[in-house]
């Protein structure tokens, strides 16, 4: 185990689930995650949000939720879902903030690199 | 078990990431090709389709989502089997069922659990391609896809043998379709199928598919004997299927070398070996080599380049004139494109078909266009006159929806006259898809274009195109003809092809001429245009200009003429034949050539009017030069000559001697010639002519002109053939209308003020006007024939103008001012030709023919009436919907009571006599009839009458029908007979009529008449000839005649029984006494005294006698027992005795 896969076990993501999907390739683990990490869809979220443009913020939302999904990185996930369902539904009010708790989650992600 | 070719998996999805972990998840046991997004995929997908296993694909993608995606999979035939499994991280339930209606095969969830991944791949892969096992649905053998499957699954579990990919096309199926119909070339295929199922099941495991059209595939271990077994069994096969057609297959090899090439790549290669023998006699089976790849990666080079090329303007325009065959000059040009690179010129046959398979020729087409239009521009901006150019198209263009928009578009960009540009088609870019085709031509032909077909009898589909496209002109290849075209097949399918374009009125053109024996041909056949290196060869755009400028070389082709079977050249016209032939005027059609006159044709009134058994050889006398006097002969020819230029109608009086065989008298005769001259083609000066016999006007050399308006009809119909016609009148510019022209403008029967009405009616385009207007100029100033070419609208209220030909020909009054015109038009470019030509065809013959009451063409062929014409109220009708025995016995009932009559008639119908007949040579039957009219109870004589003739170039039999008056003839005929009886010398009647009529009367009277007979001879007659001569005996013959005449009652027969024997017989003689009387008194009375310049004498007769009472004697024992008293009167001595 690297150090990395250990202090995201730590921080509740699911590192079985998430190394099994990459072959127990912990090197590419770590590729994936720093793409990941700087994926533009965070910045793409936030836009779509300031404009109001529902249909992208849902989208951008989802290819996130995927990615996060992925990688196993649960606790983001969750913050994640609780953006794609509202948006789903067409609704925009309270994803700003729920967009802000979702950067200071992935600061302390990307604290990690 | 693995699919091998199949081995791709396609990744679409717009996160890089996922693919990357998919791909991890899945590269050990697939190839993994990627895109980030949908139309990116499906682009790259097309390179290589059938390698594609399975497509994964993201739903959620920006712009082109993955439904998108998976519908727009599902619309490419290459893609629509491909499994397209859907990735998203969605809640699987929320949208599966989504994804299953839209087709999709799967849904792999997101997270990606790998072992779920790959098992659902799998699974898909296998379900798909171990799924296919569908029959190809026409012969029940394996489908493509099967084929493809059992091939795969058949290489890995042969993989030590040599295994043969073997392909079997049926050699030209396409003409096959063509002959026997679609539904018998069906038929064929499944036969193949049945043949080559029974052929395989003898031997070791095999593959076996239709892979399309008519293309079989073959997988089987291979083995050249069985291959050849295969074809052999084929050829009897195909031979015990249809004997009458050469069934040939194709078929091409393919032994695997390289496993791991894809399938397809595999059946190319068979199939690339099987194409190298179609079209060759005796080659039936050809291997793949690696040439023919190397072929493959050249063609492959070459498209790469093209693009580069078109962008670098390497292609370059050359310039080829082609020539009119009439007047030896340049007309027009056809634009060549070479391929200069790098210093290379490369030839279009390089490049052409290469580009043509893949459809980048349509921008090279268009390239050449443009350049054209470009140098065009160019000359007219020097001032430099452009001669129109014709263009290659190809048949892709056909397809492309903005065709005809974009060639508009260059035309304007440029400034370019339609006129200047004509498009040349390949034939066998038309053979499917004709209404396709017909629209765009109709496009182009809006556009004022004119459309060439190219490369003429090459292609199959020819005939049966030429009259559903609306062409303008047809380019044929003279490479079929080697030096002596005439004796070649060659030379007479290419004098088929220019018959039946002649007969179409389509111009050709003649291409890859290249010596004077092939101009020497053309020029006899007509042909309008020639192109090839005898006249110009291609040249650079600046010779092209520097030619134009100074005029290109005209050619004397003159020359090339030599002795033109004039009969030949007659027959071209086709169906003028039966109009010349329904002409209620004896005529005759005549040629001159290098100065000798030769009949080429003298119809039916001719025939009758002198008889039964006139014959053209009969009428080919009157001028030969034993016959007619030096003087008459030399006038003749000079007079003939000269009309050619002057077109005026002739005239000439000549005596001839007429053949024994008719029934008149065998003197001279004076005859009386019409003649004028019709045409001049291909060398040979035509003629039409009637004659008349003048003998019995005696006032010999200075007879009035006259000629009637029928001959003037039968010459302009002889010129042209599908016409409108009218006349016109100089004096008071009026034009009287036939009924076509009424309906067509709305004009009535009479258009006053021409031209100025027809132009106010706006149907003549405007730029036309005035020489439409200069056009009526030269016909009121009495010019003999005029013909131009207008753009006139088709009716009064149509959009657009079509080229229409228009032909006046003057008639003078015998001071020879204009008093009547005869106006002639037709369309140009019409597409219903065929049907008008019909049309107007039968217009034609009533007006030229006023005695026709009914007239109908049939198709005995294809058993269908093509025409009906009548003037009869009841017979009238839509004949279209009718078969056409119902108006013939329509028309037979009407006309015809006379039983006999009407049984050979049905007969010649119901039994198919009538082709029967053609086949023996008869082309014309006839059938005299009596009509009563209910209306007015007047008898008349009519005749039906059947001309038959082979259509030409489709070969079907028509039956020209006409049923008109015969009156006339029938009581000339009777005075023909009646003349038949007397004889010539002395008035009375000849020997044979006077025996006829003695017999008659016995026949009549029965055993009651009481008659006598008297034989009466001249004393001495031979010493009366020797003495004084013939002419004296002749006058003494002719003295007793009229003795004998004044001696005897009107009603009693007198007759010439031979030489100096004459024979008179009484009817209702009343008694012996009377008789015996009679005879004293005659042998009195013919004690006569002959005066004579040189002759005086007496002379003497012998009277014999005989009389019949009651008694059973018949004319031949009367004579014989008056021959024996005359001869006893004149043994006891001159005194005659009883």
């Known amino acids: 185990m690297s150090k990395l896969t250990e202090e995201l076990r730590t921080m509740g993501c699911d590192m079985d689930g998430a190394l099994n999907r990459f072959l127990q390739d912990e090197e590419f683990y770590a590729e994936c995650y720093a793409q990941v990490m700087s994926d533009p869809s965070f910045d793409q979220l936030k836009s779509a949000l300031d404009a109001g443009d529902v249909e992208e913020a849902f989208h951008c939302a989802h290819t996130l939720k995927g990615v996060i999904a992925n990688m196993g990185l649960t606790p983001l996930l969750n913050i994640v879902v609780d953006l794609v369902e509202p948006l789903r539904a067409g609704k925009l009010d309270g994803m700003q903030e729920k967009y802000a708790a979702l950067l200071a989650e992935r600061k302390k992600y990307e604290a990690l690199l | ?334 634009a060549l494109v070479r391929w200069e690179r790098q210093n290379r010129i490369i030839m279009p046959n390089e490049f052409i078909p290469i580009l043509e398979k893949s459809m980048q020729i349509g921008q090279l087409d268009f390239y050449v266009l443009e350049h054209v239009c470009m140098d065009i521009q160019a000359l007219i901006a020097q001032g430099i006159r452009p001669m129109p150019v014709s263009t290659n198209m190809s048949l892709v263009n056909l397809y492309n929806p903005n065709y005809a928009k974009q060639i508009q578009g260059i035309l304007l960009r440029y400034n370019i006259p339609p006129e200047l540009i004509n498009l040349e088609f390949t034939e066998s870019a038309f053979v499917e898809n004709t209404d396709l085709i017909r629209g765009v031509m109709r496009q182009l032909h809006e556009i004022g274009l004119r459309i060439f077909l190219d490369d003429f009898g090459k292609g199959t589909a020819s005939l049966t195109m030429l009259y559903q496209l609306p062409v303008d002109l047809l380019k044929i290849d003279m490479m079929l003809l080697p030096d002596h075209p005439e004796q070649d097949r060659g030379g007479k399918i290419l004098s088929s092809i220019m018959q039946m374009a002649n007969m179409l009125k389509l111009p050709v053109v003649c291409e890859g001429v290249e010596n004077e024996q092939q101009v020497k041909f053309l020029r006899k056949m007509q042909c309008d245009y020639a192109q090839g290196f005898f006249f110009a060869k291609p040249m650079s755009k600046e010779r092209y200009e520097a030619g134009l400028k100074d005029g290109f070389p005209v050619m004397a082709l003159e020359k090339y003429d030599d002795c033109i079977n004039a009969e030949m050249q007659w027959n071209s016209l086709g169906w003028v034949e039966s109009f010349f032939n329904s002409v209620d005027t004896p005529m005759m059609v005549f040629a001159m050539q290098d100065d000798i006159f030769h009949v080429v044709r003298i119809n039916q009134k001719m025939q009758k009017f002198y008889g039964r058994d006139f014959t053209e050889e009969d009428i080919e006398n009157f001028y030969n030069s034993d016959r007619l006097s030096k003087e008459t002969r030399a006038r003749f020819e000079a007079e003939a000559k000269a009309a050619i230029h002057s077109k005026t109608a002739l005239q000439i009086d000549f005596s ?220 009238e009708g839509d004949f279209h919907d009718k078969p056409h025995m119902e108006v013939f016995e329509d028309a037979l009932d009407f006309f015809v009571r006379d039983l006999h009559v ?61 049923i008109r008056d015969n009156d006339k003839d029938i009581r000339e005929r009777q005075g023909l007979q009646k003349a038949a009886r007397i004889d010539s010398m002395t008035g009375l009647l000849n020997h044979n009529a006077a025996v006829e009529e003695v017999e008659n009367y016995l026949l009549q009277a029965g055993e009651n008449g009481f008659c006598a007979l008297f034989m009466i001879d001249i004393d001495y007659f031979k010493q009366i000839n020797d003495e004084h001569g013939h002419l004296i005996g002749d006058e003494a013959i002719i003295m007793l005649a009229k003795k004998l005449r004044k001696n005897f009652r009107q009603s009693d027969v007198v007759g010439r029984y031979g030489g100096d024997e004459f024979i008179v017989f009484m009817r209702n003689a009343e008694s012996l006494e009377q008789v015996r009387e009679k005879m004293i008194g005659l042998k009195k009375a013919l004690n006569m005294h002959l005066e004579a310049e040189q002759a005086s004498f007496d002379f003497t007769c012998s009277i014999g006698y005989a009389v019949r009472a009651k008694q059973e004697a018949d004319c031949h024992e009367m004579i014989e027992a008056a021959d024996a008293a005359l001869y006893e009167a004149k043994r006891n001595r001159i005194q005659g005795t009883l």
């Open chain 2, 1 to 334: 078990m693995q699919n091998r070719k199949r081995n791709t998996v396609w990744i679409v999805d717009d996160c890089q990431l996922n693919i990357d972990i998919l791909t991890r998840i899945l590269q050990r046991d697939y190839r993994i090709k990627a895109a980030t997004g949908g139309l990116d995929a499906l682009e790259q997908m097309k390179k290589t389709p059938t390698e594609i296993a399975a497509i994964i694909v993201d739903l959620h993608m920006p712009g082109f989502s993955g439904f998108d995606f998976l519908k727009a999979c599902k619309e490419r035939a290459s893609l629509k089997e491909v499994p397209v499994l859907i990735s998203s991280a969605e809640d699987q339930l929320r949208i599966e069922k989504r994804c299953l209606e839209s087709g999709a095969s799967d849904f792999i969830p997101m997270p990606y659990e790998p072992s779920v991944v790959r098992y659902r791949l799998r699974n898909v892969i296998e379900r798909t391609w171990f799924r296919v096992n569908e029959n190809d649905p026409l012969t029940g053998v394996s489908s493509k896809e099967k084929y493809i499957a059992d091939t795969e699954r058949y290489q890995i579990e042969y993989q030590e043998k040599k295994i043969s990919i073997v392909s079997l096309d049926i050699d030209n199926f396409k003409a096959y379709n063509y002959f026997f119909g679609v539904e018998e070339g069906d038929r064929l295929l499944q036969y193949v199928a049945q043949v080559m199922v029974e052929f395989l099941d003898q031997g070791d495991k095999y593959c076996f598919g239709r892979y399309g059209a008519d293309c079989f595939l073959i997988t089987c271990e291979y083995s050249e004997e069985r291959i050849t077994q295969m074809l052999s069994n084929l050829l009897e096969r195909f031979n015990v299927y249809n004997a009458s057609y050469r069934i040939k297959p194709a078929i091409g090899v393919y032994i695997i070398e390289d496993p791991d090439w894809p399938i397809e790549m595999m059946i190319n290669a068979a199939r690339m070996a099987g194409n190298q023998c179609k079209g060759k006699f005796h080659q039936y089976i050809a291997y793949y080599d690696s040439l023919i790849g190397d072929e493959v990666i050249r063609e492959q080079e070459i498209l790469n380049e093209v693009e580069q090329a078109l962008y670098r303007e390497e292609f370059v325009i050359y310039y080829q004139p082609k020539y009119s065959l009439l007047s030896g000059q340049a007309d027009g040009a056809e």
């Open chain 2, 656 to 875: 001839v001697t007429m053949p024994k065989r008719i029934f008149r008298k065998e003197d001279n005769l004076w005859i009386r010639m019409n003649y004028r001259y019709v045409e001049y083609r291909g060398g040979v000066a035509f003629y039409s002519a009637t004659l008349k016999d003048m003998t019995a006007e005696g006032n010999h050399g200075s007879i009035k002109n006259e000629k009637t308006y029928s001959e003037d009809f039968a010459k302009t119909a002889l010129k042209m053939s599908n016409v409108n016609a009218w006349y016109y009148d100089p004096h008071t510019h009026e034009i009287s209308f036939e009924v076509e022209l009424t309906r067509d403008y709305g004009w009535g029967e009479v258009l006053p003020n021409v031209p100025d009405s027809i132009i106010e009616s706006e149907i003549v385009h405007p730029e036309d006007e005035e020489p439409f207007r200069e056009f009526y100029r030269r016909l009121d100033a009495g010019e003999p024939f005029i013909e131009s070419v207008f753009r006139i609208k088709p009716e009064l209220n149509a959009n657009s103008y079509e080229l229409c030909r228009m032909a006046y020909t003057n008639i003078y009054d015998r001071n020879n001012h204009p008093v009547r015109a005869i106006g002639v038009s037709m369309h140009v470019a019409n597409e219903e030709k065929n049907v008008l030509t019909a049309y107007r065809e039968g217009h034609f013959q009533r007006m030229i023919s006023p005695d026709v009451y009914f007239m109908a063409i049939m198709n005995l062929t294809t058993m269908s009436l093509e025409l009906v014409q009548t003037g009869i109220e009841e017979l």
């Open chain 2, 902 to 962: 009407r049984a050979e008639l049905r007969s010649l119908w119901a039994e198919r006599r009538l082709e029967k007949n053609f086949e023996e040579g008869k082309t014309y039957l006839e059938y005299e009839f009596r009509k009563d009219w209910k209306d007015t109870g007047k008898r008349q004589w009519m005749v039906w009458q059947i001309f038959l003739q082979k259509r030409p170039v489709t070969g079907e039999i028509l039956a020209y029908v006409y």
